[in-house]
DNA sequence: TTGAAAGCGCTAACAT
DNA sequence: ATGTTAGCGCTTTCAA
């Protein structure tokens, strides 16, 4: 049926765990000479020979595999290009090979849901891409597991990977400030994820910092209210020269709102926000002002902690900050 | 070390093969009484015993697992959300899980790259999330594979899914010529995928049957140049009442320009377009008329596909075409 | 109904 | 350096 070592020993005349070591498998101190290798590698070649990778971990007892659950609802996972790649490049330089599970879409099955990677014995560790509202069931059957788990986006001391989303509100501000600004807005969406508090508690640290008062704008109407209350907010007099948004389905909104109130960006209004992929949206023509979240790189810290994890299992490592990078866009500019 | 069938047979006094019929995983004839299964399964809740993937594809020799590979490059996969929850969704239902792997973001890697699941024996069967400029290396990695495929979201006669394109074009602008519109455009930007060119087709189609002269308009600088083009081309006498827009990329900036130019969307010109996620971006406020892209349906078909092919080898099946759905949200109305 | 034994393909610890 | 052997945890076949 499939090609195994046994039938490339047969067809090349040596033994089994000259094969093995011939292909690189075996971890022994076994040595074989040049033209043995050679002679292998060519019978393994033509006769379509792969490895089965069960057998392997029957034998070896590692799995060579992690698995990473992420949620339906968008808000509580993400599932962004470079974020993939950032893991799956990193796994890959550890021969690590992706199992991923996704909560069911319909909440009826949800309440029931254990992945099975969790319900069958098959991977060396995990990943939890999951912000919040894990449901109880899921939750139980994560806190039996002895595998190693690294938490994403969350707030947590330990074992967990983030944007340092502080660093990067408190640095924007301050961009803003340096470049003049005074009257500076903090707008967001109401949600219970920490980097909206983070995120505020920056941009009020850097106002406070430059004797400046601080002052924020809430909005539960999602981004089709942000338009309507943007125009009539941007019309007062006493309206900010400068608007720090939350992410960009609250910058967008804002920006078409001042655009269509007339008001030139950067010129009469500076807007600098979080989380816009540049390249991807230019909605209005126009590149906003942003601290870009280092996907790629949360990705890629998220991989590498969980190896440490699975290499020394018993041990508990600090959460890891990662820095965002600054893409200054086309609306920064100082005030009029 | 880890907890076996042979620790719960020991346990609970019985067979080996006992615990495994009571624990519902051997497709003997066994049968166990209740008193016994209830004891069985009492005991291995006690002692944490989780089956060992691994143990089981050596026995069996199903691997129960499926692939799937896409591109970092968002232009040539898609990894939206509800598609896969489409795709997890639907394997759940067999009890297969996913293998995910991506080819490296860095073009030096990717040009070598073959994932693992490629030069090892470990999937029943695999889905190709990838439209175009595969590898060469990987290519061939992929013709040597005798496990069964299913291609995505590309345009081949058999084994794949793909949404009906032409379908949805054609009905989409018979809808707004029942509206009353006559001078309907088509804007694209330039792509080989084949989507551009059905919806295309599907429009002329439409326009043709109705004694409508159509027209069109390709832009080769992304979003960014919309914004300009289309407020020159929507400030000309000649202008058209209604654009079907190939993709939400397209169709965002014109109707940003259009409102710019102080048009009224639907009364001065209506908007249609596909693939927006309506209720992802509501940039202007204005939620804009679309046949939605069944995504969680093409996920869902995929693996549906793919499980048929599992199931006979030997088989090749025809395309499926997804149909879409239509939203008919805020930016349709009869010409003035 | 229950028990014993073989075997899946590989690795690693032994022998020689 | 090379060959032999046991064993990973499970399913299945064959005997009792």
Same mark, same amino acid.
């Given at each position: 049926?499939?090609?195994?070592?046994?039938?490339?020993?047969?067809?090349?005349?040596?033994?089994?765990?000259?094969?093995?070591?011939?292909?690189?498998?075996?971890?022994?101190?076994?040595?074989?000479?040049?033209?043995?290798?050679?002679?292998?590698?060519?019978?393994?070649?033509?006769?379509?020979?792969?490895?089965?990778?069960?057998?392997?971990?029957?034998?070896?007892?590692?799995?060579?595999?992690?698995?990473?659950?992420?949620?339906?609802?968008?808000?509580?996972?993400?599932?962004?290009?470079?974020?993939?790649?950032?893991?799956?490049?990193?796994?890959?330089?550890?021969?690590?090979?992706?199992?991923?599970?996704?909560?069911?879409?319909?909440?009826?099955?949800?309440?029931?849901?254990?992945?099975?990677?969790?319900?069958?014995?098959?991977?060396?560790?995990?990943?939890?891409?999951?912000?919040?509202?894990?449901?109880?069931?899921?939750?139980?059957?994560?806190?039996?597991?002895?595998?190693?788990?690294?938490?994403?986006?969350?707030?947590?001391?330990?074992?967990?990977?983030?944007?340092?989303?502080?660093?990067?509100?408190?640095?924007?501000?301050?961009?803003?400030?340096?470049?003049?600004?005074?009257?500076?807005?903090?707008?967001?969406?109401?949600?219970?994820?920490?980097?909206? @508090? =983070?995120?505020?508690?920056? %941009? !009020?640290?850097?106002?406070? #910092?430059?004797? +400046?008062?601080?002052?924020? &704008?809430?909005?539960?109407?999602?981004?089709?209210?942000?338009?309507?209350l943007g125009r009539e907010w941007l019309r007062s007099d006493d309206r900010p020269t400068?608007?720090?948004?939350?992410?960009?389905?609250?910058?967008?909104?804002?920006?078409?709102?001042?655009?269509?109130?007339?008001?030139?960006?950067?010129?009469?209004?500076?807007?600098?926000?979080?989380?816009?992929?540049?390249?991807?949206?230019?909605?209005?023509?126009?590149?906003?002002? @942003? =601290?870009?979240?280092?996907? %790629? !790189?949360?990705?890629?810290? #998220?991989?590498? +902690?969980?190896?440490?994890? &699975?290499?020394?299992?018993?041990?508990?490592?600090?959460?890891?900050?990662?820095?965002?990078?600054?893409?200054?866009?086309?609306?920064?500019?100082?005030?009029?």
């Open positions: 049926m499939t090609v195994t070592m046994k039938d490339i020993a047969r067809r090349a005349g040596v033994s089994r765990q000259a094969v093995s070591a011939a292909l690189g498998n075996s971890q022994s101190s076994i040595r074989v000479s040049d033209e043995t290798r050679w002679r292998v590698a060519q019978v393994a070649q033509d006769l379509g020979y792969l490895p089965n990778s069960a057998a392997r971990v029957m034998a070896t007892g590692k799995f060579g595999c992690v698995a990473m659950l992420s949620s339906p609802l968008g808000r509580l996972s993400t599932v962004t290009t470079p974020f993939l790649c950032g893991i799956h490049d990193t796994l890959n330089t550890f021969d690590l090979h992706l199992l991923q599970a996704m909560i069911p879409a319909d909440e009826a099955h949800r309440a029931q849901f254990v992945p099975k990677f969790l319900r069958e014995y098959m991977i060396d560790g995990f990943l939890v891409n999951y912000v919040a509202e894990i449901p109880p069931t899921l939750k139980a059957a994560f806190d039996s597991r002895v595998q190693p788990c690294v938490w994403m986006n969350v707030d947590m001391p330990c074992d967990a990977v983030r944007p340092d989303d502080y660093t990067a509100a408190r640095d924007l501000t301050g961009k803003l400030i340096e470049l003049g600004h005074s009257r500076i807005s903090f707008v967001a969406h109401h949600s219970d994820h920490y980097s909206v @508090a =983070m995120r505020r508690q920056g %941009y !009020s640290d850097a106002m406070l #910092a430059a004797g +400046l008062e601080p002052g924020s &704008i809430y909005n539960v109407l999602g981004s089709r209210g942000w338009v309507a400068a608007v720090v948004a939350y992410d960009s389905f609250t910058a967008k909104p804002i920006l078409f709102a001042a655009l269509m109130e007339g008001l030139r960006v950067p010129g009469d209004l500076s807007l600098a926000t979080f989380d816009v992929d540049t390249a991807e949206d230019m909605t209005a023509g126009v590149k906003i002002a @942003a =601290m870009v979240v280092p996907w %790629y !790189s949360m990705g890629k810290s #998220a991989v590498e +902690l969980l190896v440490e994890k &699975i290499e020394q299992p018993d041990l508990s490592f600090p959460c890891r900050h990662i820095s965002f990078t600054f893409d200054a866009g086309e609306t920064l500019g100082p005030p009029r």
